[in-house]
């Protein structure tokens, strides 16, 4: 039963104990709500067999089993819906957690807007279930198992009188199960795909409307909300018509026993007060199994959203041990990767970067440049071959600890809506604000920033929409001074820039990249012609490796990126 619930559910330890208290809550519910009928029934027995006993008797019985079913209530509720929400509040630290330590591999393979959606909504359905459904359904099953005893036993007629219906409404309710399931969770999935096409058209608002395709992409929208609708309706036709059917089925026990009886109060074979009772007692079960029916239909529906946490769970984590890296020579033997089965994006690429020295990697657009940078800094882990920095494989050395060693500048860079100031101190959070400053000064955004309304204190706006790109530039150049870290991995940093900013941008690195083990990817050859080692990549392995000026002699491929990098220098508008 336990594990049944920890499976079915996604629940810990203390949300199955939160269940079984709740449950057996609902169950005492349940108990006291027949208390009550029986004692209505005690009271039409004596009045009809003419022993009245006072008013306060039945009054004051009444009282101590609402007193007591209050007190109960009262008191587990509160306990069980605490320990729900502990539950769901752990469950969605542990999947925040567990989204921290997985691989940015992962990301790349599922939409954010989902994973947003697993973390609040599926979470939320999941505590419903635990503070609701769950619990009462496990106490109806007892309830009703207790029931179908005393019935029998108190009277084998009424008894399957009563029963018979109601079982025969539960085989076709577990019959259409199956057929219930599936539409559910292709409804589920539909749902998914269609919050990300409106997440997809939301965010690319611009793109959209600067390319013209307002119109396709509406009609994109619309076609997969009615799709969603189609689905929606088939659903619940395929969950309303079993559940109609199993309804009406079970409403024939009330029935049934009039009929039943009828007869037997003709023959003289059972008391009117009995017949009443066990009229009652179908009418209460009925409803019981009413209820029942719309939980199995939300955990039906919870079963896809169940399915999708146990997954996230299952994804393995990237592990390591905490070392302190001393020697940052970083060395690739035969790496491959690739980012999904289909295409090898990196091919066998072997090449050392040596500390103290400026390597740079050049190629065709798409041949894996940024990738290989992605993998030194274990961004994504790759599949075979080996990254070797100070002796260690870095597939053994924790996230953490590499990070700590490596400052990463990419061509696009993300600020946070905060502040100038501490969107630089990301580089390093314990950093004094006069630190923060000198990194600002070295990397050459004093000048912007000054400019600013509120100086450093000025919020950036969201992904730093308030900065041009090249001062976007300069600052993420201002963290990586500021955290000054021994490896510096630098992407096409300089693409794009107007002339005055890149000389400023190329004053902050030369300043940035003193002592360090520098990888830098850059298309613009000119800017890299000084590179201590200069390797050239084609699809996804390594052309040749060499200076400038060996590479000139050695790769056709180099002359050839040399030749056209030029022609775009040329470019006049
Ligand atoms: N996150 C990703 N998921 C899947 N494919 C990717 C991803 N990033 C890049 N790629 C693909 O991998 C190849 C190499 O990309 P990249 O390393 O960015 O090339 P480069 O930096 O040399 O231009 C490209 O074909 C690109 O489409
Ligand atoms: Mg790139």
Request: a neutral charge.
């Amino acid at each position: 039963m336990k594990a049944l619930l920890k499976r079915k559910f996604s629940l810990t330890d203390s949300g199955v104990e939160a269940v079984r208290r709740a449950a057996l809550i609902s169950f005492l519910v349940n108990v006291g709500y027949m208390a009550l009928m029986l004692i209505a029934m005690h009271y039409g027995d004596n009045v009809l067999q003419g022993v009245m006993k006072p008013a306060w008797y039945y009054l004051g019985i009444i009282a101590v089993t609402l007193v007591v079913l209050y007190v109960i209530i009262d008191r587990e509720y509160v306990l069980t819906f605490n320990a729900t929400y502990k539950e769901a509040t752990a469950l969605r630290l542990e999947i925040a957690d567990r989204l921290r330590e997985l691989p940015l591999s992962y990301f790349s393979r599922h939409d954010l807007s989902d994973l947003a959606q697993t973390i609040m909504q599926d979470v939320t359905d999941i505590e419903h279930a635990m503070s609701h459904s769950i619990p009462r359904c496990i106490a109806y099953v007892f309830f009703l198992i207790v029931m179908a005893i005393l019935l029998l036993v108190s009277n084998p007629v009424l008894g399957l009188a009563a029963l018979i219906p109601l079982a025969v409404g539960l085989m076709l309710m577990f019959l259409s199960q199956k057929a219930q399931k599936r539409w559910t969770e292709k409804y589920f999935w539909k749902t998914r795909e269609t919050t990300e096409a409106f997440q997809e058209a939301i965010e690319l608002q611009r793109e959209i409307k600067s390319c013209g395709f307002e119109e396709e992409n509406y009609k994109a929208v619309a076609a997969s909300l009615d799709n969603a609708e189609r689905l929606r309706l088939r659903a619940e036709f395929t969950q309303a018509m079993p559940i109609l059917l199993s309804t009406a089925v079970m409403k024939l026990s009330i029935g049934i026993i009039a009929v039943v009886s009828a007869a037997l109060l003709r023959a003289s074979a059972v008391q009117l007060i009995y017949v009443i009772g066990f009229l009652l007692a179908s009418m209460r079960l009925v409803d019981a199994m009413g209820a029942m029916e719309d939980y199995f239909a939300e955990f039906f529906y919870l079963d896809a959203r169940v399915k999708r946490i146990n997954e996230l769970r299952s994804t393995p984590t990237q592990t390591g041990m905490e070392i302190d890296l001393k020697h940052f020579d970083v060395e690739l033997r035969d790496v491959h990767f690739a980012y999904n089965e289909e295409t090898q994006v990196v091919n066998g690429a072997s090449f050392v970067a040596k500390q103290n020295q400026v390597t740079a990697i050049v190629g065709p657009s798409g041949c894996g440049k940024s990738t290989i940078l992605r993998l030194i800094s274990r961004l994504y882990d790759y599949d075979s071959g080996s990254i070797i920095i100070d002796g260690r494989d870095i597939r053994k050395v924790s996230t953490d600890a590499l990070f700590d060693k490596v400052s990463f500048v990419f061509q696009d860079v993300i600020l946070f809506n905060a502040s100038v100031l501490d969107n630089i101190r990301m580089g390093r959070p314990d950093a004094t604000d006069e630190e923060v400053r000198q990194a600002a000064r070295l990397a050459n955004c004093e000048d912007f920033v000054l400019k600013l309304p509120e100086g450093y204190d000025t919020p950036i706006g969201e992904n730093g929409s308030k900065l041009s790109g090249g001062e976007r530039q300069r600052i993420s150049i201002a963290r990586a001074l500021l955290k000054n870290a021994p490896i510096l991995l630098l992407d096409e940093i300089s693409a794009s820039l107007d002339v005055e900013n890149e000389r400023k941008i190329q004053e902050a690195l030369n300043r940035l990249i003193a002592g360090k083990t520098v990888i830098i990817v850059s298309h613009r050859l000119k800017s890299i012609e000084k590179a201590n080692q200069i390797v050239v990549m084609d699809s996804g392995s390594v052309d040749a490796v060499g200076t400038h000026d060996e590479l000139l002699k050695t790769s056709a491929l180099y002359r050839r990126l040399i030749e056209k990098s030029r022609l775009t220098e040329q470019f006049v508008y």
